[in-house]
């Protein structure tokens, strides 16, 4: 915290009092917030940063130093676990086979409607949400947009993420998807998806990104 609002006192303030004033209303969702700022405070005030400029120079460098990280780029080899040449193999193993159907008969997708564009589906193994679907639908310029798709290990490779998009997509099926370009390690989901489909869900920084609506244009303001 003390590292993404660069060091500063009165950012840290403000902070504490919204955070406070929602654990007035409700300390069991906010109350690890309120630890977490008012630590980011403690520490600030131990070295005198927040009266200090030149401390407060000192320990941004500290911070800055400890949050570099610097990873090798992410390479996907021939032999990953989604490649084809192991999708084919599964498909020869009765296992695959039962896990999927037990999935598509004892998971649920359940509609979980916010406020304005935004949408969940649900995935639900008995009271257990196991998996989510995050998007956004705009009626107007008739654009769906993937935020997020995530699913519990032991559950991934069941179909379940296919599941919930082609049930987002009936929603309103004339709209034009595309997504956020996820983890790199869901690249070949994303293009096989495409292919089995015909529907690209290309990346949003590209031709077909979100609307203006949505908030997320990356500047271009242009509706699509």
């Known amino acids: 915290m003390l590292y993404d609002l660069e060091v500063d006192a009165d950012r840290l303030a403000a902070a504490a009092r919204v955070v406070h004033a929602r654990m007035a ?64 193999l599964r498909r020869f193993d009765p296992r695959y086979w039962t896990r999927r159907l037990h999935a598509r008969a004892a998971v649920r997708m359940v509609r979980r409607t916010a406020a304005g564009n935004y949408q969940r589906i649900a995935m639900m193994l008995g009271d257990t949400q196991i998996g989510r679907l995050d998007y956004m639908i705009c009626i107007d310029c008739r654009v769906g947009f993937v935020g997020k798709i995530s ?41 096989s998806l495409g292919r089995r489909t015909g529907h690209g869900y290309r990346p949003a920084d590209d031709d077909l990104g979100p609307c203006i609506h949505m908030g997320l244009s990356r500047g271009t303001g242009r509706r699509r």
Do not use: K
């Open 25 to 88: 209303a409700d300390r069991s969702r906010w109350g690890t917030a309120g630890e977490l700022v008012d630590t980011a405070i403690d520490s600030l005030r131990a070295v005198g940063a927040d009266l200090d400029s030149t401390a407060r120079e000192r320990l941004r460098a500290e911070l800055t130093t400890e949050n570099s990280w610097n990873p090798e780029p992410y390479r996907q080899g021939p032999w990953h676990r989604f490649s084809r040449p192991r999708r084919v």
């Open 151 to 191: 699913i519990d290990p032991e559950m991934q490779g069941r179909g379940l993420g296919t599941r919930a998009l082609h049930l987002a997509r009936r929603e309103a099926s004339d709209l034009r998807w595309c997504t956020s370009g996820q983890y790199m390690t869901a690249r070949t989901f994303w293009s």
